[in-house]
């Protein structure tokens, strides 16, 4: 892992022990870096009306929106169990938002990262802001 990526990591582990999560017991962290070096992270919220959860990279863009930041340059996300943990449907379209299709976000287990993908092979044939002219 580059340090870049390792502080990334640290963010987001950091992130998803805080993670609320009495539901599914699924604890997920984000971590995001903007283009100016600046990292957000934050983690599932899951509420007892269950749709109205909000995933680990929701939160982090909140985080990073809230602070006068729209340029995603890197995200990685962290969470347990074995199989691969790759950001929800939902999520992708909300990164999508505020990052280029090159941008990379990385998988990771507890271990470090599992797979690295860019965000267009995750969100292939997309529809984002300029379709609306933005
Ligand atoms: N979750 C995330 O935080 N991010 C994802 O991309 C996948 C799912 C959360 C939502 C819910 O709190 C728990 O994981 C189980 O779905």
């Keep these: ?9 640290d963010a987001a582990v950091a992130a998803q022990a805080k993670s ?20 957000y992270a934050g983690c599932n ?4 009306a269950y749709p109205q959860g909000t995933c680990a990279e929701a939160s982090a863009i909140a985080m990073m929106v809230s ?3 729209r340029e995603i340059a890197e995200v990685l996300t962290v969470c347990d169990g074995d199989l691969l943990g790759t950001c929800c449907g939902g999520c992708r379209q909300k990164l999508r938002e505020f990052a280029p299709l090159s941008t990379l ?3 990771c287990g507890p ?10 092979e995750l969100l292939p044939f997309s529809f984002g802001p300029e379709h609306l002219g933005v």
Excluded: C, W
């Excluded at 609320?20 to 990292?39: D, E, H």
């Excluded at 919220?45 to 007892?48: D, F, K, L, M, R």
């Design 105 to 107: 976000i990385h998988a």
């Design 45 to 48: 919220i899951e509420n007892a």
């Design 67 to 69: 602070a006068g930041e």
């Design 1 to 9: 892992m580059t340090p870049e990526q390792q502080a990334l990591f």
């Design 111 to 120: 271990e470090g990262v599992r797979r690295t993908f860019t965000l267009d």
């Design 20 to 39: 609320y999560s009495p539901y599914s017991k699924f604890k997920v962290g984000a971590a995001i870096r903007t283009t100016n070096g600046t990292i």
